[in-house]
């Protein structure tokens, strides 16, 4: 019997709480600091950042893409993407380099989030292809957050160095999207022990096939990337 994937809705919806929660803790700060808030249609600047998703997001976003896009959208899509993967992929080992060689991570980390690659899901509008459905990350952009115990705020908004504002911990966040991957993992009866914990950039979550081999789903190992 060939082997499947587990039902995912009940994973998805777990994720989709938190994307909800994510939008009105930033329509709440939007309210309050419409001024410092600058978030506008057609303003791209945080789809140009790089950064990962957690196993659920990357498997709800991979379904939503697959729903949505067909032919030749799609597969213009999946070519970006392709070309992305390969540019984020020389940007990690490079920093894997780096960090072998005794690099400060801090400063490692500071010239990841220098990088501008724009996302495959950015058309040429400068609009979201998936915008409804975008990442938690996404979500967040353009308000106050802290993640390690340091702030970040989009360099385009108002709000002032040194002043208090509301923030975001994005730890929390990570961490809740970390318990629903590990349940999910564990759902799968996958024989891959890291599965829960790996991370992939938006790019390769479009192109990947999360299929049982890729899974490791009753017995059947593929080789990752």
Request: charged share 35%; glycine share 2%; net charge negative.
């Given at each position: 019997m060939t082997p499947t994937l587990p039902d995912l809705i009940p994973?998805?919806?777990?994720?989709?709480t938190v994307a909800r929660e994510a939008d009105a803790l930033f329509s709440r700060i939007r309210a309050e600091f419409p001024a410092e808030v600058v978030c506008r249609?057609?303003?791209?600047?945080?789809?140009?950042?790089?950064?990962?998703?957690s196993?659920?997001?990357?498997?709800?976003?991979?379904?939503?893409f697959q729903e949505r896009f067909s032919g030749v959208e799609r597969f213009q899509i999946m070519d970006?993407?392709?070309?992305v993967d390969r540019k984020t992929v020389k940007i990690k080992r490079k920093a894997f380099k780096d960090s072998s060689a005794g690099r400060d991570s801090n400063e490692i980390l500071a010239?990841?989030?220098a990088v501008s690659i724009r996302c495959p899901l950015l058309g040429p509008d400068d609009l979201c292809l998936l915008y409804d459905v975008r990442p938690v990350t996404c979500r967040l952009y353009g308000v106050p957050t802290s993640i390690g115990g340091k702030a970040h705020t989009c360099g385009k908004t108002g709000f002032a160095a040194g002043e208090?504002?509301?923030?975001?911990?994005?730890?929390?966040?990570?961490?809740?999207?970390?318990?629903?991957s590990a349940?999910?993992?564990?759902a799968t009866g996958t024989s891959y022990t890291e599965l829960a914990s790996m991370y992939v950039p938006v790019s390769s979550a479009l192109v990947t096939t999360y299929d049982a081999a890729y899974l490791g789903i009753g017995g059947i190992r593929r080789e990752k990337d």
């Open positions: 994973f998805f919806d777990r994720y989709e249609e057609k303003c791209s600047s945080c789809c140009h950042a790089l950064f990962d998703l196993l659920v997001e990357a498997l709800y976003l991979n379904k939503r970006r993407a392709g070309d010239e990841i989030a208090k504002y509301p923030t975001v911990a994005l730890d929390k966040i990570q961490l809740r999207l970390a318990e629903i349940d999910l993992a564990r």
